[in-house]
């Protein structure tokens, strides 16, 4: 059974970048079947997949997003990392790191199965 | 302003059925089998209760179905409980450089 947690600041001032981390823990992040990803979910708002990554380094991003983001992975950690960059109160959210399924052929994860129990970010100054 | 478009709110009666609607186009839904759903009770972690269109993960109550016409997917809750209150969210794969999108949610409650 895996299982996710992520780590980081719970206060990010407005134009910083915010760094998070999520460990993984029952099973290798060297898996074949999974793509290793972030979503976050704004107070009171809806859910938004913001990007994954494949232990081999291959990552895709919410086109929305994308050019504020990196995610990265360490595999001799077991652990993967989100950073955004020049945040404002907008990306104020909790933030969940995910596993995603990987199907042969298909560019992305197709569901998400494992969820850690994610980490409120607040952006303010 | 969501990709793929879901009622805010429905409701029912325990021991009904409800059936929530997620509507995409042919670039997500209408494509791909590719459509979850996931269950979020408040303060709590969603959790994947239908995968492509009509699969449940082990675990999930039979009273929760999947199915897919066209654009349009729909979530079928049998015999509500009490603990079914919860939001609702939709989710597809898409062939756009977002390759990821979710509905807004659906609030149910149960009467």
């Known amino acids: 059974q895996l299982q996710l947690q992520e780590s980081g600041p719970g206060l990010v001032k407005p134009s910083e970048t915010l760094s998070l981390t999520c460990t993984v823990s029952g099973g290798s992040i060297r898996s074949s079947s999974y793509y290793w990803g972030w979503i976050r979910q704004p107070p009171g708002k809806g859910l938004e997949w913001i990007g994954s990554?494949?232990?081999?380094?291959?990552?895709y991003y919410n086109a929305s997003l994308k050019s504020r983001v990196t995610i990265s992975i360490d595999t001799s950690k077991n652990e993967f990392s989100l950073n955004v960059s020049s945040v404002t109160a907008a990306d104020t959210a909790v933030f969940y790191c995910?596993?995603?399924?990987?199907?042969?052929?298909?560019?992305?994860?197709?569901?998400?199965?494992?969820w850690g129990q994610g980490t409120l970010v607040t952006v303010s100054s | 302003q969501s990709a793929l478009t879901q009622p805010a709110s429905v409701s029912g009666s325990p021991g009904q059925s409800i059936t929530i609607s997620c509507t995409g186009t042919s670039s997500d839904v209408g494509d791909y089998n590719y459509v979850s759903w996931y269950q979020q009770h408040p303060g709590k972690v969603p959790k994947l209760m239908i995968y492509d269109v009509n699969n449940r993960p082990s675990g999930i109550s039979n009273r929760f179905s999947g199915s897919k016409s066209g654009n349009t997917a729909s979530l079928t809750i049998s015999g509500l409980q009490a603990e079914d209150e919860a939001d609702y969210y939709c989710?597809?794969?898409?062939?756009?450089?977002?390759?990821?999108?979710f509905g807004g949610g659906t609030k149910l409650t149960v009467l």
């Open positions: 990554i494949y232990y081999s380094g291959t990552s």
């Open positions: 989710s597809s794969y898409t062939i756009s450089s977002t390759y990821v999108v």
């Open positions: 995910v596993s995603g399924r990987r199907e042969p052929g298909i560019r992305g994860p197709t569901l998400f199965d494992y």
